[in-house]
């Protein structure tokens, strides 16, 4: 209570907190969060392991975002590289990429750097976002968009990918809507970076 500013009578009278903030309580959730969250897939994987020798990764989601973007539930889901990686063969994860806005790209990259600086492991993108979901624009940008994120996730440190999403609808509001594969001129763009 003292740290906390708060005056609770026991310990089953604290909650979770409902938004991000600034304070000692709000650290203290994201410790215990992460310390929880981390311990569960330690677990799970100790299960896997006892089947499979198959490496292992979890796809947690990008942390950093834009203020104007991020809503911080990303620093409520618990997700904390460096604990993951001591237990894991990859470092994991699921990056979004707005292809109208350009800061979502370097944020994306500074996501890989920071993997990169906390964990030694290969870096693999299991939900790489090149297009935005639904997205109904068809231009040069989307193709453009495809190469950059090749090119700067290698050199950034990703050693793998998978481009988010193959597949097609014509539901408009599906995710799929206006995927790569509704766009000819990015899976050529895909191909040829890769070859690259």
Known sequence: NSKWGTSYGSIDEITMPSEASKTA?????ICFNED???DWHEWMAGIIREYTDKPLHSKMMTYFAPAEYDDRQHLI?????????????????????ITEWEPTMI?????YDYLHSVVDKPIYNSEDHFITDG??????????????????????GRSMSTMWVWERSYD?????????????????????TSLD
């Open 172 to 192: 408009k509001s599906s995710a799929f809507y206006g995927s790569i594969l509704h766009r000819p001129d990015c899976v050529a763009e895909a191909g040829y």
């Open 77 to 97: 889901i618990g997700t904390d590289a460096e604990k993951f990686g001591a237990f894991l063969d990859y470092a994991g994860n699921d990056s979004y990429n």
């Open 107 to 111: 944020v994306k990259m500074m996501w």
């Open 36 to 38: 929880v969250y981390a």
């Open 135 to 156: 997205s109904a624009s068809y231009t040069d940008a989307e193709k453009n968009n495809v190469r950059y994120n090749l090119w700067q996730g290698a050199i950034h």
């Open 25 to 29: 309580i709000f650290y203290d959730w």
